[in-house]
Every structure is written in structure tokens, then in C-alpha cells.
């Protein structure tokens, strides 16, 4: 258990879904995170949020939309995805923007666009 | 730019056979080098933090060493069960967030 939990472990979607992931922290962290991780590349920061607050928005398109309603739960809303889209969509948490220890991960959403 | 490289992109040892893996990295302002691991099918596992040049820390067949410019995960003897992917990554810049380099996928045949 890491402390980090994120549903569903897999999700298929076509071009026209609307889904939604969802990430849930009980570590009494104060910053999330949302990452795209694909193949043969790093790890690529999408959103943060601080205190609930978006802090920042890595030129993430538009059919991707962050929700978090509170400093343990946060949502990544999923509509007219491309195939291109499909990867492993992890949450991280940390205590602050600062930790020492770095981010706590989710397990991931593998998502597949067909 | 910031940026974080890892080297190589992937290992194959025997068993008990020692080796080390590289990430050099440029960045405004260090604030912490973090190693991970990641198991297939899984998110990454927080390993290591380094701050400082000449800082080294351990755990188990683990070592991990930070120079100005790139850290080192020294592993030795590995077992099987060390096979995983392991991620550098480093916090810098105005933000502050972490930023990773592509991994090292390690394999290790008994």
C-alpha cells in the first residue's frame, strides 16, 4: 500500500468518451500532482496543486481538465482523447512543494484511446 | 533548460555482478537529487535523496553518490529482485518540481 490510491487500474476509451481518473491520499500531504508516463520517455508534469489551489498548468490541451476538491481526492476529467493520449497516468502527493522525501506515487491509470 | 539524462538506457547483469548507473543533470539550483524505483505496473518507489556534492547514501545493495553534475546508484551483488526501472530526478528551477530523466531499466538474471 503506498498510500497513494488511484482508480481505475485500466481504462479503455473511445475517441468520443468522456471518463474520469481518480486519486485519493490519506498521508495528509498538501501537494498533489498529476504525470503522463510513456514509453521511452520521462515522466511528464501536467498539474500541481498546492492546497487545493492549481499552481501550475504544463501546457496541458484542454480535452484534459484537473479537479481537486479537497487536499485528499484529486480527479483528471478525460474527453475527445487521441490515440496519442495513451500511456500511464500516475498521481503523486507530497508534503509540501518542498518535501525531502520527495513524492509518494500512485500506482497509474493505464489508459488506452482506441 | 533543466535537464536530467540516465545512462544507460538498459542493464543486463548476472547475479552478484556489480555495476552503476549514471544521471547527470543540468539545473538552476539544485534543491534535492531523488532516486526512485519502478516495478512494472506500478508507480515509482522513493529511494534516495541527495543535496549535496560528495553526500553518499545507502540502503541494502544500494549506494547512491552526487557529484555537481551527475549522482551515481552503485549497486552491488545484485539479486533478481533488484530487476526494476530506476529514475533520477532532480529539483530545481523557479518551480521547484521534479524533473525526470527516462530511466534505467535493470535486469538481473540469476
Known amino acids: 500500500e503506498t498510500g497513494v490510491t488511484q482508480t481505475p487500474r485500466h481504462l479503455v476509451m473511445g475517441m468520443t468518451n468522456k471518463k474520469s481518473l481518480k486519486c485519493e491520499q490519506h498521508?495528509?500531504?498538501?501537494?498533489m500532482y498529476w504525470y503522463k508516463q510513456s514509453a521511452k520517455k520521462p515522466l511528464e508534469l501536467m498539474f500541481v496543486?498546492?492546497?487545493?489551489?492549481?499552481?501550475e498548468n504544463n501546457s496541458v490541451p484542454s480535452r484534459f481538465s484537473p479537479e481537486c476538491p479537497n487536499s485528499s481526492h484529486l480527479f483528471l476529467h478525460l474527453h475527445t482523447l487521441q490515440p496519442e493520449d495513451s500511456a500511464l497516468y500516475l498521481c503523486?502527493?507530497?508534503?509540501?512543494?518542498?518535501?525531502?522525501?520527495?513524492?509518494?506515487f500512485g500506482s497509474g491509470t493505464r489508459l488506452t484511446v482506441v | 533548460e533543466d535537464q536530467v539524462t540516465q545512462s544507460p538506457e538498459a542493464l543486463r547483469l548476472q547475479e552478484g555482478e556489480s555495476s552503476s548507473l549514471n544521471c547527470s543533470y543540468t539545473?538552476?539550483?539544485?534543491?534535492?537529487l531523488f532516486w526512485y524505483r519502478q516495478d512494472p505496473g506500478k508507480g515509482p518507489e522513493f529511494l534516495f535523496t541527495?543535496?549535496?556534492a560528495g553526500e553518499e547514501k545507502e540502503k541494502e545493495r544500494l549506494k547512491a553518490t552526487l557529484t555537481k553534475k551527475e549522482s551515481f546508484l552503485h549497486i552491488t551483488a545484485p539479486k533478481p529482485e533488484d530487476s526494476a526501472t530506476y529514475l533520477c530526478?532532480?529539483?530545481?528551477?523557479?518551480?521547484?518540481?521534479?524533473?525526470f530523466g527516462k530511466g534505467t531499466k535493470l535486469s538481473v538474471k540469476p
Open positions: 530526478a532532480v529539483r530545481g528551477g523557479s518551480q521547484g518540481n521534479l524533473i
Open positions: 498521508l495528509g500531504h498538501n501537494a
Open positions: 496543486y498546492n492546497f487545493k489551489e492549481q499552481t
Open positions: 541527495l543535496y549535496s
Open positions: 503523486a502527493s507530497s508534503q509540501d512543494r518542498g518535501a525531502v522525501w520527495g513524492y509518494t
Open positions: 539545473v538552476s539550483g539544485l534543491r534535492g
